[in-house]
C-alpha cells in the first residue's frame, strides 16, 4: 500500500501478523545481527527491536525476510510497476504523449517527486554516536548502516529528475574515521554516484551527498533496482510506493527526503581512508580498502524515527528477496532489452555475481547438421555489456530450441542440461585481465579478475556418471571424492598453501572420462557435495577462471584453450582470499538462551 512512512509500514505489518516486537534488550553489536540471522533462516516475521542498548531508537529488521511478505509490503503498486517496465515508460515524456499509456495515467503522476518547504525528518537534530551501532560479523572494521539510501544530483542539472539512490555501505565509525565527524562511503565502480561525484570535480564544486535512513519499502527497493543511467529511482519509487516522494529543497545542497526517518548530510571529502572489513554478500570479509569519506555536517532524524537493517552474509540472507523482486518485476523486459535472450537469472546462492544462468536462442545456420553455439556468443556478450551483468564472473549459456521447457531457476536441471551437451574443445571462452565485482578478491589484483562463457548447443552427448568410477587414477594426495550431482564431482586434498599446483597435477594424472565432464577440487569434499547450495558456494567465489581452471587432455589452439576430458576448477581457498564469515561463540550462547525454553524470544520461531 502507499505507506507515507516507515512506521506506517511497521504497524500495518504488526497488524496483519507479519511483525513481532522484541521487548528485551538487545545488543546492535552482533547480538542484534544473529537474532536476526535465526528468524529470517527459520521464515519467521519481522522484527522491531524496541529496547536497543546504548541507544534511544528502536531498530527493525526482516521487513523483506520472505518475498509473501515483500510482494505485500508493494500490494498496490507491482502490478503497474511491470507494466511500465514493460513499456519502458519515462514519466516526463509519457505525460506529453500519454495516449500511448492510457490506463497508466495516475501512476505516471505518482512517478514525479514532489517539492515541499518542509518535511518530518527536519523536525530534529542528532550525532552520529547517539544512532544504532550497528555490528554484524565480529571482524567488522565497525558499526554500519546495512540499508543506506545514499542520495545524490546531478552538478550539471541539479534536483530530483536527475538524482542518484543507491544503496553503498556507510561505516559510521571506527578505522581512520573522525569520531561524529565523519563516516565512509563505499561506493564501487559501475555505480551512477561516481559520474556525479566527476562532475562536481570538473566544476570545481564541492560534492555533497545525502545518506538517507528509513522511510517507505518503496525507496529502499529502488535504491537496488536496476534502472538505467539517468532515470532518477525516486520515479519508480513513487510508481511502486502509490504515493509521490516528497524532496525539500535546500540552498546548499541536493533535496532532503522528507519522510525519512534519519539524514544524515554532508559533503565528500577531496581524499580517501580505509573502510572495512565488512561482512558480505558473497559469504566472506570484504577487506579494508581506501574509499571516499562524508565529513558530516548534519544529522536529521524525525520525531518516532526507527532505524530499519538487514543483515549481509553468506546467501541466502534477507537480501535475496531483493533479487526475486527484482527478477519479478523486470524478467519480462529482459527479451527486449538483448534480442534473443529469453532469460537471465544470477544465482544467489553463488553469492549473485559470480555465477549467471541464461538462456538463449540458437537459430544461425538452422540447416546445419550439427548445431553449435554461435547466436548464443552474441548474446553472451550482449549480456556482460548490461550494466551489473558486466560484474559476473562466470557465465553459463544455453539455447532454448534444445529444451523448450527448461526452467532457468532449478540450478541442478540447468546444470545437467549443460553437462549433457557442453564440448570443452569448443565451448569454453575466457576474458582474461578484466574488472570483476570490487568485493572478489579471487582475481589477480582489486577489481581485476577474469571471465568465462560456457556455451553449449545441440544434442545430447553424453550420459553422465551417477557414481565415483572406481578405476579413477586420483593423485595418492588425494584423499576424498565424492558426487554432488551427476557428472560433477568433488575431490579434496593439499590445502593451496602446500601444494598450489595440485589441480594441474589431477589433470594431467587423468584420460579423459566422458560421463565426468566437471572436477571441482575443494578443500572439503564432503562439504561441498552436502548440498547444491554448498557446491554453488564453494566453487563459484573461490576460483577465478584464468588462474584456476585446468583440464585433462588441454590444448591452446589459435589462442583458444580447451580439454578434451573432464574440465578442473581450482576452488580451495588460496591465500589471497577473504576470510569466511564465522558467529561469535560467546554471542551464539547468549542468543541460544534468548530463544531457549522460558527465555524471551522462545516461540518466535
Not at 505507506?3 to 507479519?18: A, F, I, P, Q
Not at 532457468?408 to 545437467?416: C, F, K, M, Q, T
Request: with cysteine; aromatic share 8%; glycine share 10%.
Amino acid at each position: 500500500m502507499g505507506y507515507k512512512s516507515l512506521r506506517e509500514c511497521v504497524l500495518d505489518l504488526e497488524r496483519t501478523g507479519h511483525l513481532v516486537r522484541i521487548p528485551v534488550e538487545i545488543d546492535p553489536h552482533l547480538e542484534a545481527a544473529e537474532v536476526h540471522r535465526r528468524v529470517y533462516a527459520a521464515g519467521g516475521p519481522a522484527l522491531l527491536f524496541e529496547r536497543v542498548k546504548g541507544c534511544t531508537f528502536p531498530m527493525v529488521s526482516n521487513l523483506f525476510g520472505t518475498m509473501d511478505r515483500t510482494r505485500f509490503l508493494f500490494r498496490d503498486g507491482l502490478e503497474a510497476v511491470r507494466r511500465l517496465v514493460e513499456l519502458k515508460v519515462d514519466p516526463t515524456a509519457a505525460l506529453k504523449a500519454p495516449f500511448g499509456t492510457l490506463g497508466l495515467t495516475p501512476t505516471l503522476l505518482k512517478m514525479l517527486p514532489k517539492r515541499v518547504s518542509r518535511g518530518p525528518v527536519l523536525a530534529n537534530e542528532t550525532k552520529l554516536t547517539s544512532l544504532p551501532q550497528l555490528q554484524c560479523w565480529p571482524d567488522d572494521g565497525g558499526p554500519f548502516v546495512t540499508l543506506p539510501l545514499v542520495y545524490s544530483e546531478d552538478p550539471d542539472r541539479p534536483g530530483p529528475m536527475k538524482s542518484n539512490l543507491g544503496m553503498y555501505r556507510v561505516q559510521l565509525g571506527g578505522n581512520e574515521y573522525e569520531p561524529d565527524g565523519e563516516v565512509g562511503l563505499h561506493y564501487q565502480i559501475h555505480r551512477s554516484i561516481g559520474v556525479h561525484h566527476a562532475a562536481a570535480i570538473r566544476r570545481g564544486e564541492p560534492f555533497k551527498v545525502n545518506v538517507i535512513v528509513g522511510g517507505t519499502p518503496a525507496m529502499i527497493l529502488s535504491a537496488v533496482m536496476p534502472l538505467p543511467e539517468g532515470l532518477s529511482e525516486l520515479t519508480f519509487a513513487g510508481a511502486l510506493g502509490q504515493r509521490r516522494i516528497r524532496m525539500v529543497r535546500q540552498a546548499n545542497g541536493p533535496s532532503v527526503y522528507a519522510d525519512a526517518d534519519f539524514v544524515i548530510s554532508g559533503t565528500v571529502a577531496p581524499e580517501t581512508k580505509p573502510e572495512g572489513p565488512f561482512g558480505d554478500h558473497l559469504g566472506y570479509y570484504s577487506l579494508a580498502h581506501d574509499f571516499p569519506v562524508l565529513r558530516v555536517e548534519k544529522v536529521y532524524h524525525r520525531d518516532g524515527a526507527i532505524w530499519p537493517f538487514t543483515v549481509v552474509g553468506r546467501p541466502p540472507q534477507e537480501d535475496t528477496s531483493f533479487g526475486e523482486i527484482i527478477h519479478e518485476i523486470t524478467g519480462p523486459a529482459i527479451p527486449a532489452e538483448i534480442p534473443g535472450v529469453h532469460a537471465v537469472h544470477a544465482v544467489d546462492a553463488a553469492g549473485v555475481h559470480p555465477l549467471l544462468l541464461a538462456v538463449g536462442s540458437e537459430r544461425y545456420v538452422p540447416y546445419a547438421e550439427r548445431r553449435r553455439p554461435q547466436e548464443l556468443l552474441t548474446q553472451a556478450n550482449a549480456i556482460l555489456g548490461q550494466g551489473q551483468l558486466s560484474l559476473a564472473k562466470y557465465l553459463f549459456v544455453v539455447a532454448k530450441e534444445d529444451d523448450p521447457d527448461l526452467d532457468i531457476h532449478d540450478i541442478e536441471a540447468y546444470l545437467r542440461h549443460v553437462f549433457e551437451r557442453v564440448d570443452w574443445e569448443n565451448d569454453l571462452h575466457f576474458q582474461t585481465r578484466t574488472t570483476i565485482d570490487t568485493l572478489d578478491y579471487t582475481g589477480h589484483g582489486f577489481n581485476e579478475g577474469s571471465k568465462l562463457v560456457v556455451a553449449a548447443a545441440g544434442p545430447r552427448r553424453r550420459e553422465l556418471a551417477t557414481e565415483v568410477p572406481g578405476d579413477l587414477p586420483l593423485p595418492k594426495e588425494i584423499d576424498a571424492a565424492r558426487m554432488v550431482m551427476p557428472g560433477v564431482l568433488a575431490i579434496s586434498g593439499p590445502t593451496y598453501g602446500t601444494e598450489p599446483a595440485a589441480a594441474r597435477r589431477v589433470a594431467d594424472s587423468l584420460e579423459p572420462v566422458d560421463g565426468l565432464p566437471l572436477i571441482v577440487l575443494v578443500d572439503d569434499a564432503e562439504f561441498t557435495a552436502r548440498s547444491l547450495d554448498n557446491f554453488l558456494w564453494v566453487t563459484f567465489t573461490r576460483s577465478n577462471p584464468a588462474a584456476d581452471v585446468e583440464g585433462v587432455g588441454a590444448f591452446v589452439e589459435q589462442k583458444h584453450w580447451g580439454c578434451r576430458g573432464s574440465l578442473v576448477v581450482d576452488a580451495r581457498i588460496k591465500p589471497r582470499h577473504a576470510p569466511p564469515l564465522v558467529e561469535d561463540p560467546a554471542v551464539t550462547r547468549r542468543v541460544d538462551e534468548l530463544f531457549a525454553r522460558g527465555g524471551p524470544l522462545h516461540g518466535i520461531v
